[in-house]
């Protein structure tokens, strides 16, 4: 009964430990958005610790590194949070596929402020969503930055499908700034996604995307699938990644991505 009692006893602060654990949901890896939202007081940031994408067409391969890009989420009520995204560091690669002529480019990103406001359960547990709309400034530089500023809103919807399964729906409609850098046009997209819990530690997510693009200079509509992992090695410390492949002919080749979420 001693040792019985003993037990009980080293047990009750581990679990009233893991009751105590903050909200922990990272963005990424995903195409979509979440609903979660930070608890007030709490900090999260998530840093992409590299981002290889390849484009080719006819007339030029581009391949597009980013490094550094960094998201924080700071709860600033019991279902908003405020977020700051930037990309430090980004290095465009062209070559000219006749020529063989390699032109090389090394910018600042730009910087997007947004909040996203959670209209049922900002744990993102059952039936969540919420809408996030944002505004970009154009700090950086092309090819990295879009020369002028844009906006848009985001409206993720999350369901619990069972204990281990989580189906997500993410629309945005966004004014995007024109290719050559003045004005803005629509474009808008959508995703789909399936999260499987595997274990408690780990998780996977596959998805589509289709995005409209009405660029003045072409309309585009990419198609893209994605499947990501998601590896949580503490409470609050998770490290993600995800591979991305275009499926027609105005999608990015394929995108790699891999980068560590911590919260504060």
């Not at 930037?86 to 465009?92: A, D, E, L, S």
């Amino acid at each position: 009964m001693k040792r019985l009692a003993a037990a009980a006893l080293m047990m009750a602060p581990a679990v009233a430990w893991a009751q105590d654990e903050p909200r922990f949901c990272p963005n990424s890896p995903s195409l979509e958005s979440s609903a979660c939202t930070t608890e007030p007081g709490r900090v999260h940031v998530e840093a992409t610790l590299g981002d290889w994408q390849l484009e080719r067409n006819a007339n030029q391969r581009i391949d597009t590194v980013l490094a550094g890009d960094v998201l924080v989420r700071a709860g600033v009520g019991p279902s908003t949070e405020v977020q700051l995204e930037w990309t430090p560091y980004g290095h465009v690669r062209t070559r000219d596929r006749a020529t063989g002529m390699v032109e090389k480019q090394a910018r600042v990103g730009d910087v997007t402020l947004g909040v996203r406001q959670n209209l049922r359960n900002p744990d993102g547990k059952g039936l969540s969503f919420g809408i996030q709309p944002s505004v970009t400034l154009p700090v950086g530089r092309s090819p990295v930055g879009a020369g002028d500023w844009a906006a848009g809103v985001v409206l993720p919807v999350t369901y619990d499908l069972t204990d281990t399964i989580n189906i997500g729906t993410t629309g945005e409609l966004d004014a995007a700034v024109d290719e050559d850098g003045h004005g803005r046009h629509f474009q808008g997209s959508m995703v789909a996604a399936v999260a499987i819990e595997i274990s408690d530690a780990f998780s996977t997510t596959i998805e589509a995307q289709v995005m409209r693009d009405d660029d003045p200079s072409g309309a585009t509509t990419q198609a893209v699938a994605g499947l990501g992992c998601l590896w949580t090695v503490a409470p609050r410390r998770a490290f993600f990644a995800e591979a991305v492949g275009g499926l027609n002919h105005d999608a990015p080749d394929v995108r790699l991505y891999a980068g560590i979420a911590a919260l504060f």
